[in-house]
């Protein structure tokens, strides 16, 4: 059986910033297959996806690096505009394709200890599927695709609003500023973090870009460095590639604060190119080390 599926479709992605244009695929599912398998122990992973025939490069790249695919056909693939400015924790957004969204049904064959949804689009996984897939294995979930309701091409961030019977079945759930304002209502990441405790998540993450990052567990919160950094070059991804490290680190039997520190390290070097994360295992324990910062408890 799997340790670890992520299901999620693997988009199209137009990413401009000051200083370049550059089309590459990505989503979630795309950003977390490339990162867990640079990671040492990634053999019982497995990713669900949905694209259409067009884009199926994409999958054979991943295959080719020993990672079981699923593939679920769509009549399209999502096809993301990111738009940067200097400030890289900002960017805006176009949608201008969208793909079929994924169903129980499809699903019936999977099976994993844990399963983490990319959602990228509000109707990408229905309460079905939550409440579905949380019956089968531990459930992580993504959120910032319920919070997106398409416009013709535009992004708009709205509320989910099956978010309290959705909490009860989320295990793990990751949020970041923005996010947890809209759920929650509060700007304050540490009230926004119990609030959605208090509505039946395990464990909340709380990415806040450059500030860091918050875990809530069982009435405890752990505030986790944000690394230096050495250049940026991309933060397209980042928060697919937290998750990514704090999912593979708590499989291993990882205390909170340390799968904290492995997700926020593992980000900080992924801003350094553009793409997913393409470091070692090692070079995230290094920055770790080479850091004098210590996540600490609140």
């Not at 169903?103 to 990319?118: A, C, K, N, P, Y």
């Not at 450059?210 to 986790?224: C, E, F, P, R």
């Not at 593979?248 to 340390?258: D, F, I, P, T, W």
Request: charged content about 25%; overall charge negative.
């Amino acid at each position: 059986m799997n340790e670890i599926c992520c299901l999620g479709h693997i988009t199209l992605d137009k990413i401009v910033t000051p200083k370049s244009v550059t089309y590459l695929p990505g989503g979630t599912a795309y950003y977390f297959a490339h990162g867990i398998s640079h990671l040492d122990n990634y053999k019982h992973f497995e990713l669900v996806t949905s694209l259409a025939e067009s884009e199926m490069k994409a999958v054979e790249d991943i295959r080719s690096r020993g990672i079981k695919v699923k593939v679920i056909p769509s009549k399209q693939t999502v096809y993301f505009e990111n738009t940067y400015g200097i400030n890289q924790d900002n960017r805006t957004q176009r949608v201008l394709a969208k793909a079929d969204p994924f169903r129980v049904e499809d699903l019936q064959d999977i099976e994993s200890r844990i399963f983490h949804l990319g959602s990228l689009l509000s109707d990408d996984f229905s309460l079905d599927v939550i409440k579905y897939l949380s019956g089968k294995g531990i459930l992580s979930v993504d959120v910032q695709g319920y919070l997106r309701e398409v416009r013709g091409e535009k992004v708009f961030a709205v509320d989910w609003p099956d978010k309290k019977e959705a909490m009860k079945y989320i295990d793990i759930l990751k949020v970041n500023e923005y996010e947890m304002d809209v759920l929650t209502g509060y700007s304050d990441p540490i009230e926004a973090a119990k609030q959605l405790g208090k509505w039946g998540v395990k464990e909340v993450l709380v990415t806040l870009g450059s500030l860091g990052s918050i875990i809530y567990v069982n009435d405890q919160l752990y505030k986790i460095p944000a690394y230096p950094r050495k250049k940026i070059v991309d933060a397209t991804g980042c928060g697919d590639t937290y998750a990514t490290g704090y999912l593979y680190m708590r499989n291993k039997g990882a205390s909170y604060e340390e799968a904290g520190c492995f997700a926020a390290a593992m980000s900080t070097l992924n801003q350094e190119n553009s793409g997913p994360f393409q470091g070692t295992e090692q070079e995230v324990w290094n920055l770790i080390k080479e850091s004098n910062c210590k996540p600490e408890r609140l």
